[in-house]
Structures are given as structure tokens and as C-alpha cells.
């Protein structure tokens, strides 16, 4: 006889860690009825000290996260008590849990502000999340309240040594942008050059320590309660992101590392380093016009083709996974602009360098591999490869992530499933439980997660822009294969490579292009028999009559 996991009994370890968390949150979230000010509020007081500052601000922000992460537990253990997992009763019942969780989540976002931010931003941008959470947390993308500027000055005299008025000839206090860890002030240096200075927000080092240490623990604690949600990966990941990008000097670095790599592509612009005027928590940058990546309103006031636009975007991020394999990983529309100035009529200006990824050579390869065996529908090589990226058996989801069909499918490469793949995947899809999705994100290389968010963002804005996924199709396999002739030495670059080396590749893209060309006029030529035959019998029915 089975026992169904809704009736299994907790150990009694593990029902005192939930009652702790839940009796913990409820007692200190009394604290938010006290209105307690803002962190940046805190900063610019003299009551306390810094680090007491913090520390009663930390109590405050884990106190919410503790009540809402055992709301949460709470709200899934008993809503879900007794259904069999197979049933239709418990996937409309868990679906409306992760509806009412996500709000929750968002909630507590909006609240904590800073690293919980960039946490539930970091979460939403993950396509292997429910998308009950991605969609919720996706407004997040947008949320930023400056702080006062007489904390941000204080944070710009301590770093640069010396009054602002020394510097600059003018120094806009109201800030042109503000995120979740820091903000961004024009201004105008002593020699009349126009520069954006990113200011770190104050105290944020120990605060990510505390948030962090909480946000470690909840995560554990969910674990012990329903082992098959396993969020370690996600903190680990997101500990590593937020780690390197608090550390403007490293963000200044990648600017200068992904300028180099752009050099002999003038339709990309990255803002220079002002190096005497950046330190770890101050960046100083050129400044550079331009609207939003998915402002269409502009590119229809200046006559930019939105589907060039997102041509140009495919074709930059593919460069930087399967040539450069050196990635941005926060590709939000916030962070790349289009300027009206360039070779074909507009440019794309790539800001916020923080969180970038170094691919392991050995993985650059095998994605590579990977995109070229997925448009020439290589099933077989699918497989190996998945092998490779330690997934195994779920491998077989790959053409479902990255291209929207299933291994077996016969649909033109970009035509979307059929009716029939979309219903056999559907039903295939409904065997697989939480543990499964833990399993694969957890045996996933940590270099594939971040081509997992970055693509995710990506695909995103090249649908805001209205543009095929033919495009992104075509870009990936043209880059995949050029990626595929480099030699392992990631100091050269592909533009100098033997006339040989290039037409190899050319070919061996045009054979990859002929393919999908190949597959897309199949496909039209059946939709074209089975609109005949319609017509034929709706002719001979009407003859009959």
C-alpha cells in the first residue's frame, strides 16, 4: 500500500523549523506596523551607528521574509493536502497556490527593496520557473525609488576624496535612472565632458550579507519541508550575480573587455571609463542618448525598423555566447539603449556591465554543438550532449526550451508545434513533478544557467519588437557554427581567421540555412496540398448538391 506525499507526517525535526519559521515571522512582522523608515532614511540620520543601522534594518527585512516564506509553506502543505499528484483537482489547485505565492513574493519585493529586487528580477527572468512567478515578478523590472541625495553625496565625497564642486561644473542631483542597488546622476567634469556617475547605495555590503545569510536559510528550510522544491542552485547563482556586481571597479572592467570585443562593430556602443573618477561603489562613464531597446513609440518618430533593431540585438548576445563566451547576463530593456546615430540608422548602447559570465571554453564548444544539432534536428546528438551538460534524461526538453518543439517533431524549424506535438507534450509534461524540474535546473552546469536567463530575456524582447523567431533561429545557428571554426585560444578573435577557415563555416551555415529554408517550404507545401484538397472536396460536395 502507498501513502500519498499530502499524507505523509513531517518529522517532528522538521515540523519545529516550520513553526519556528512562521511563529518568528508572525512576531516580528508586527515591526512593519511601526512604519519603520527606509534604509537610505537610516543612512543620512545620526542616531545610530552604520552597523547598527543595519542591523536593525535586517531584522526588519528578515522579518517579512520569514512570515511570507511560512505563509507560503503553509498555503502549499494544506491547499494541496490529499489530492493525488496525478490529478486534474491538484495541478488546478497547485496552480492557483503559485498564484497566490507569487504575489506574495512580489509583495515582499516591493517592500525589502534592493537584493530582494534583484532576487524576484532574477527569478522572473527564468523561463523553468511556474509561470504563475515569472509573469507576477516580472513587473519588478521596473521598480526603483531613488534614495536621497544627501546619502548618495556622501557615498561620492568618501570615494572620490574631495567636494563635488571640484569636479564637476554641474551636478544634476535628481537622478536620470535608479535600480535596486544603486543609482545614476549626470553631470559635467571641470574640462566640459558630459558623464553618467552610478553611485552605489550605502551600507549594501552588509546588508547582501544579511539578506543572503536569510534568503539561505529560507531556502533550506523549504527543503526540509518539501524536499522536491530544491531553491539552493537559485541561491547560489543569485549570491554569485549580486556578489560581482557590487564591485563597480570589476563592472568597469567588463565595459572596457566588452567594448574590445565589439571594436570592429560600429552599430555597438559601450560607454568609455572615466578610471580616476571610478572606485568599487562610483562609476564614471561617457554619457550616452538613447531611448529604451522596446520603446516603439520612439522608433516610430525616427523611422527605426524595430525588427533591424531586433536583427542587430540577436546578432550582439549571439557574438557574446558562441564567439566572445564572455555573456551579459541582465539584458533588460533598462540596460540596452537605441540611439538614432549609427551605420544603419541607429546604434545599440550596452549599459550595466555587472553581471557577466565567462564560459568555460569546453561548454562554449558544446553549445555550440548543441544549437547546431537542434537546427539540423539531430536527435541522437541532442541526447549526447545532454550527457555531457549532466541532464541525461532531459535532454529531450532542450528542443522544447530553445526552439518550442518537441524532439520528434516534423513542424517547420520556427512555425511553432503542431496541434497533436502540442497535445502529446502536454500530456507527457503532466508526468513530470517539482522533483523533476529540481533535479534538471540542480545537474545543470552553472555557465548553462546563465544562457538559460539571458536567452530568456532575450526572446523576450525580440517578441516586444514583433519580430519571427526565424531571426534568433537563423542568428544562433550562423554564430553556432562560426563558434564552432574558433580555436581554443579566447584571445583570438574570428575576424582574422584563414580565407579557408572562413568559407568552411560559411558553408557549413548555408547547409544549416538551406535546411531550415528546406523544412519552412516543405511545411508551406503541405499547408498548400491540404488547402487544395479542402477546396476539391468542398467543390465536389457543392457539384453533388
Known amino acids: 500500500m502507498t501513502t500519498s506525499k499530502q499524507n505523509f507526517k513531517f518529522p517532528a525535526k522538521v515540523r519545529t523549523t516550520f513553526y519556528v519559521i512562521t511563529a518568528t515571522g508572525l512576531t516580528l512582522r508586527a515591526a512593519d506596523y511601526l512604519n519603520f523608515p527606509p534604509f537610505c532614511s537610516l543612512n543620512s540620520s545620526s ?66 527593496k534592493g537584493f530582494y529586487v534583484k532576487a524576484g528580477q532574477f527569478v522572473a527572468a527564468l523561463r523553468q520557473v511556474p509561470k504563475e512567478y515569472s509573469s507576477t515578478l516580472s513587473s519588478l523590472q521596473d521598480q526603483a525609488i531613488p534614495c536621497h541625495f544627501k546619502a548618495i553625496k556622501e557615498v561620492l565625497v568618501s570615494n572620490l576624496g574631495q567636494d563635488l564642486s571640484k569636479i564637476y561644473l554641474s551636478f544634476d542631483e535628481q ?37 543572503i545569510t536569510t534568503m539561505s536559510f529560507l531556502s533550506k528550510s523549504v527543503a526540509l519541508l518539501f524536499p522536491d522544491y530544491r531553491f539552493d542552485w537559485l541561491v547560489s547563482e543569485f549570491t554569485k550575480a549580486i556578489s560581482s556586481e557590487l564591485d563597480f571597479m570589476q563592472e568597469a572592467r567588463n565595459s572596457e573587455r566588452t567594448a574590445k570585443n565589439f571594436k570592429n562593430k560600429k552599430i555597438v556602443r559601450v560607454p568609455r571609463i572615466f578610471w580616476e573618477f571610478t572606485t568599487s561603489q562610483v562609476l564614471t562613464m561617457q554619457f550616452c542618448r538613447g531611448h529604451k531597446v522596446d520603446d516603439m513609440g520612439f522608433f516610430k518618430e525616427m523611422g527605426i525598423s524595430p525588427i533591424k533593431v531586433a536583427k542587430t540585438l540577436v546578432e550582439v548576445f549571439a557574438e557574446m555566447i558562441f564567439i566572445h563566451g564572455f555573456v551579459h547576463g541582465d539584458p533588460h530593456p533598462g540596460n540596452i539603449l537605441v540611439s538614432p546615430e549609427g551605420p544603419n540608422g541607429f546604434s545599440l548602447v550596452l549599459l550595466d556591465h555587472g553581471i557577466y559570465k565567462q564560459l568555460d ?12 544539432a537542434l537546427i539540423l534536428q539531430d536527435s541522437l546528438q541532442v541526447q549526447q550532449l545532454g550527457e555531457r551538460f549532466n541532464v541525461g534524461k532531459y535532454s529531450r526538453y532542450f528542443p522544447v526550451i530553445f526552439i518550442g518543439r518537441t524532439i520528434d517533431s516534423k ?69 553556432a557554427v562560426y563558434g564552432l571554426s574558433l580555436k581554443s585560444d579566447p584571445n583570438s578573435g574570428y575576424a582574422g581567421k584563414a580565407a579557408f577557415s572562413r568559407l568552411k563555416t560559411n558553408v557549413s551555415y548555408l547547409q544549416s540555412r538551406l535546411i531550415i529554408e528546406g523544412l519552412e517550404l516543405l511545411s508551406w507545401m503541405e499547408r498548400v496540398k491540404q488547402f487544395l484538397r479542402t477546396l476539391c472536396r468542398k467543390i465536389l460536395s457543392a457539384a453533388l448538391v
Request: charged letters at 25%; glycine letters at 6%.
Open 47 to 112: 542616531f545610530f551607528p552604520e552597523k547598527i543601522r543595519a542591523a536593525i534594518h535586517a531584522v526588519f527585512r528578515s522579518s517579512r521574509a520569514i512570515s511570507t516564506i511560512g505563509f507560503t509553506i503553509a498555503d502549499y502543505k494544506y491547499s494541496l493536502r490529499g489530492l493525488p499528484v496525478d490529478s486534474e483537482d491538484y495541478r488546478g489547485k497547485l496552480s492557483e497556490v503559485h498564484l497566490r505565492s507569487a504575489n506574495r513574493m512580489l509583495k515582499l519585493c516591493e517592500t525589502n
Open 411 to 479: 513542424s517547420a524549424l520556427g512555425s511553432g508545434m503542431s496541434a497533436e506535438e502540442k497535445r502529446i507534450l502536454k500530456q507527457e509534461l503532466k508526468s513530470l513533478k517539482m522533483e523533476d524540474i529540481s533535479s534538471f535546473m540542480e545537474s545543470l552546469p552553472p555557465d548553462f544557467l546563465t544562457i538559460l536567463r539571458t536567452d530568456g530575456l532575450l526572446r523576450s524582447l525580440v517578441s516586444k519588437l514583433g519580430a519571427p523567431q526565424r531571426i534568433r533561429l537563423l542568428t544562433y545557428a550562423k554564430y
Open 361 to 372: 571554453e569546453g561548454f562554449r564548444i558544446d553549445y555550440c554543438q548543441l544549437w547546431k
Open 175 to 211: 537622478p536620470i535612472a535608479a535600480a535596486s542597488i544603486a543609482q545614476v546622476h549626470r553631470a559635467i567634469l571641470k574640462d566640459g565632458q558630459e558623464v553618467a556617475i552610478k553611485v552605489q547605495y550605502p551600507g549594501l555590503e552588509l546588508q547582501m550579507k544579511i539578506d
